[in-house]
């Protein structure tokens, strides 16, 4: 059974960073590209980043140069690494794994606020 857990959210404020991780199970992800999402109040799920089994990474216009994708095949594990964080990226973050359907984890809460 595939499941995704996401962990690292919180409550940071203007400017802070934080680091959200995303643990696969069930399947090696190393042949799979995984992407982060977030979803605010009343928004529409949006990609943030995503990340390919060869290490090609892509990111949303709005998070060039403030997040960072990176991926641990042997922990089978991805990671965004999110700095200058801002009010607007208050947000549900996903991770999401790019095979058969795709498979979504459960949310980690991001909250950035003073």
């Known amino acids: 059974q595939v499941q995704l857990v996401e962990s690292g959210g919180g409550l940071v404020q203007p400017g802070g960073s934080l680091r959200l991780s995303c643990v696969v199970s069930?399947?090696?992800?190393?042949?799979?590209?995984v992407g982060w999402y977030r979803q605010a109040p009343g928004k529409q799920r949006e990609l943030v980043a995503s990340?390919?089994?060869?290490?090609?990474?892509n990111y949303a216009d709005s998070v060039k140069g403030l997040v960072t994708i990176s991926r641990d095949n042997a922990k089978n594990t991805v990671y965004l690494q999110m700095n200058s964080l801002k009010p607007e990226d208050t947000a549900a973050y996903y991770c999401?794994?790019?095979?058969?359907?795709?498979?979504w984890g459960q949310g980690t809460q991001v909250t950035v606020s003073s």
């Open positions: 999401r794994l790019n095979y058969q359907r795709g498979y």
């Open positions: 990340i390919s089994s060869g290490g090609s990474t």
């Open positions: 069930g399947i090696s992800i190393r042949v799979y590209t």
